[in-house]
């Protein structure tokens, strides 16, 4: 849910609870009001009837007045005091009943007492109080209408820096180079996100860039040692004193630092693709290329007795020569390596994606980790670095490097 | 045939120099940018191996200084870069190969070798051994002057041997030259045996002598029997 969402949500809840506590409380207070002004009123026309009859001696005459009731009855005794009643009494003018409000006393009359009742009608006053609270609860939607019309365009304009920050951060990658630019705004809050962002962002930039170039650096610095190690061992494989054991320790050894040298210079090849430096792109007939890989590939597969099954089209593609030639190299080593005795490979290409699938017995592999450096599913003298570069490669090009199993068969497709 | 060695690594170069040296050749080192500048100066070398990267100074200087004096020495750049950049740089400058560190050394043989081969032979392209005799502009092997037919990669097996005459050399050296350092094959070498028994056969067939050895699994040597 946005906040602003969120934010209206509990504003509007909160809003309308406290109009509507509100217009009740505003009902009563007007009835009251109400009620009061009629009493003053029926207590002035008790007034009146207590003057007449204190003067004349006699009851006045009932003049029939329109929403206004009076009328006498004789009664044992006094009451101690005048008591308001609201009740409905039949209006003939307007034939039904209607709201009225009356006052009961007594007053005596040569020795006799008699109950007088006046009742004034209440009816335009509801009517009125029914007005205001209408007018009243009109104007109360009506500014809530506003407050939320206001609210959306005021807050959507006050939170735009945050949302083009977001913006910037998602569009923001490790390694890119491109120094984020965070526009300064006149909100003392953004620009403190912005610079505490820009601040973390650079330094993570920094440390990585760091961290790369470190990388870089100690594969350099083992290129000469292990020249070193290597010629060392073809020195030491010349010896015709050998013993057999001894000989095939020195094998281990050169297989050991083949397999270095070879990690080496996948570190070394990574560093370099995420330092751009294969920038010369060139049309590459693809086709044509995997048919040249097919032949390197043919004794290899050969001897693991994988059958090939190929199904190419035509697809041009643009990129870096070399770049592509590893990539298929690593694409094709690894369908290679991680295939099983008598299995199969399967390399399908059409204008716009490549297919590479191989059978193995293992279970379907962790697509989130495949990917990643050093990773392993199996024991084999994999470095655990060609499907990264792989990936990489793609990544640079732009191409979608993907992941599917279904049946014993793992399929890595790219889509160009 | 004498062979300069321009490397600041003590060790590398006095490996390179006990495997290229032979009846043929007379390896000298050159450890410094100084020693080397003075060396290319005062004699000519049938091929200078040169490490870009030296303490005291670049080594594409010292191409570029042979350049300017027009010597005709091969030149071939050692470097632990593997960059592109140098690669260019380096053959645009006048060197006539380029190897990444670490090599093999049977592979920097065969680089030399070939270099050393196109400098000095201006008419025939021709390498012999014993009875074979390869025409490389026809890329054509002949035994006792009868051709015999070799694929592609027995061929290049055999160029490969015969500029590592007498030498072990690994399963790993010979799979990086024949398919290139690109492909991650390093698990088996299985694949190779049949391309070393094929040629092999080829050569009995044509009656030499069995020049192929294997070493106790180590790798092949080529080199007349005992």
Redesign the interface.
């Known amino acids: 849910m946005k906040l602003f969402t969120k934010y209206s949500r509990i504003n509007l809840l909160i809003t309308v609870a406290i109009f509507i506590l509100a217009s009740i409380a505003y009902a009563f207070l007007l009835r009251y009001v109400m009620i009061e002004f009629v009493n003053d009123n029926l207590k002035i026309e008790q007034r009146e009837i207590e003057t007449f009859v204190s003067r004349y001696n006699k009851l006045p005459e009932i003049i029939h007045v329109q929403e206004q009731e009076v009328s006498y009855a004789p009664v044992a005794g006094p009451m101690p005091k005048h008591k308001f009643t609201s009740i409905r009494l039949w209006e003939p003018d307007e034939k039904k009943l209607e709201l009225f409000r009356q006052i009961t006393f007594t007053v005596q009359v040569s020795g006799q007492w008699y109950l007088a009742k006046v009742a004034i009608s209440m009816e335009d006053m509801g009517d009125m109080i029914r007005l205001i609270l209408v007018i009243t609860i009109v104007t109360i939607l009506l500014i809530l209408m506003m407050t939320a019309l206001i609210n959306r365009v005021v807050l959507k304009h006050l939170w735009k820096p945050f949302y083009e920050t977001l913006a910037t951060i998602n569009n923001f990658q490790l390694g890119n180079k491109n120094k984020i630019q965070l526009s300064q705004t006149n909100i003392d809050e953004f620009d403190l996100m912005n610079k505490t962002l820009d601040e973390s962002l650079n330094k993570a930039e920094n440390d990585y860039l760091l961290l790369k170039e470190f990388t870089a650096n100690a594969s ?1 610095e083992l ?2 040692p ?10 030491l ?2 010896d015709e004193n ?1 013993s ?1 054991s001894q ?2 320790a ?2 281990s050894a ?2 050991a ?3 270095m ?2 990690l080496n ?1 996948s570190l ?1 090849l990574l560093a ?1 693709i995420e330092n751009k ?1 294969f920038e010369d792109v060139a049309i590459i007939n693809l086709k044509e290329k995997i048919k040249t890989k097919l032949d ?2 043919f ?2 597969w ?3 007795h994988l059958t090939i099954k190929k199904d190419l089209s035509d697809c041009e593609i643009q990129m870096n020569p ?1 770049l592509i ?2 990539m298929l ?2 694409l094709l ?1 690894n369908a ?2 991680h295939n099983i005795q008598d299995g199969q490979i399967s390399i399908t290409l059409t204008a716009k994606k490549l297919i590479i699938a191989n059978t193995n017995d293992a279970p379907e592999l962790d697509e989130k980790q495949l990917f990643t450096r050093f990773y392993k599913n199996s024991v ?3 470095n655990g670095l ?1 499907l990264c570069i792989a990936k990489q490669i793609c990544d640079l090009n732009g191409f979608v490097l993907s992941y599917h199993y279904q049946n014993y068969q793992h399929t890595f497709s790219i889509d160009f | 045939m004498k062979i300069l060695i321009i490397e600041d ?1 003590k ?2 170069a006095n ?2 120099a ?2 290229l040296g032979n009846d043929n050749y007379v390896c000298e080192l050159a450890p410094s940018f100084d020693v080397a500048l003075e060396k290319t100066s005062l004699y000519d070398y049938a091929c200078i191996i040169l490490d870009i990267t030296l303490p005291d100074g670049n080594g594409l200087e010292i191409l570029k200084h042979l350049k300017k004096q027009n010597k005709t020495d091969g030149v071939l750049i050692i470097s ?5 950049d140098d690669k260019v740089q380096g053959l645009r400058t006048g060197a006539d190969d380029y190897l ?7 592979e920097l043989a065969a680089r030399v070798e070939a270099i050393i081969r196109r400098k000095s032979f201006s008419g025939q392209n021709i390498i012999e051994f014993d009875e074979i005799s390869v025409d490389l502009d026809a890329k054509q092997v002949s035994v006792n002057n009868k051709n015999i037919d070799l694929t592609r ?1 027995e061929y290049d097996l055999l160029i490969y041997f015969m500029a590592n005459k007498n ?2 050399i ?1 399963k ?2 010979i799979a990086e030259h024949l ?10 070498y ?3 045996y ?2 070393i028994k094929n040629l092999r056969k080829k050569l009995l067939q044509a009656d030499c002598p069995d020049y192929i050895q294997s ?5 092949y040597k080529f080199g007349i029997p005992k």
């Open positions: 350099h290129q000469t292990l020249a070193i190690v290597r010629s060392k061992m073809d020195i494989i010349q050998l057999e000989s095939k020195a094998q050169y297989d630092i083949q397999r040298a070879k210079q070394l370099k430096q390197d590939f004794e290899l050969q001897s693991k070399l030639e590893i190299n690593n080593s290679t390596k084999t003298s994999d060609g | 690594e060790a590398l490996s390179i006990t495997y632990a870069k593997n960059s592109l990444s560190k670490p090599f093999h050394l049977p990669k030498k072990v690994s790993g050296a398919w290139g350092d690109n492909m991650d094959i390093a698990d088996n299985d694949f190779i049949a391309h070493v106790y699994g180590m790798g």
